[in-house]
């Protein structure tokens, strides 16, 4: 079982994509994005499986959630710095998490 203090560690933050991009290098169909999180953390990049669901242009501007404390990733020739949070729809393709209503980028999820 965990703890509350294993759930402290993990930095589960809120952020705003501001950009997205095709990841052709990739062996399964991705994106590239830029998400802001807020003045503390800045803008942060990762990958993301999640082309089934979203084009590069539905996800500019939405609030998505990313653990940031997680080291970076190599993932081909791209770095990854943060990891997307999303759920599987029926089919297997993700569908991210996020806030239902405006929150401030850089929030901490409690």
């Given at each position: ?20 991009q ?32 979203y ?9 998505v ?9 190599q ?5 990854s710095?943060?990891l ?15 806030p ?11």
């Amino acid at each position: 079982m965990a703890t509350i203090e294993d759930f402290l560690k993990v930095d589960m933050r809120v952020g705003r994509v501001i950009d997205a991009q095709p990841f052709p290098e990739a062996r399964k169909p991705a994106y590239k994005l830029t998400i802001d999180f807020g003045a503390e953390l800045g803008n942060k990049r990762t990958s993301a499986q999640i082309t089934h669901h979203y084009t590069p242009e539905t996800l500019i501007g939405k609030l998505v959630v990313a653990v940031v404390n997680f080291p970076p990733r190599q993932v081909g020739p791209f770095m990854s710095e943060v990891l997307l949070l999303g759920l599987p729809d029926a089919q297997g393709h993700i569908i991210l998490l996020q806030p239902q209503q405006d929150v401030p980028v850089g929030g901490r999820v409690h």
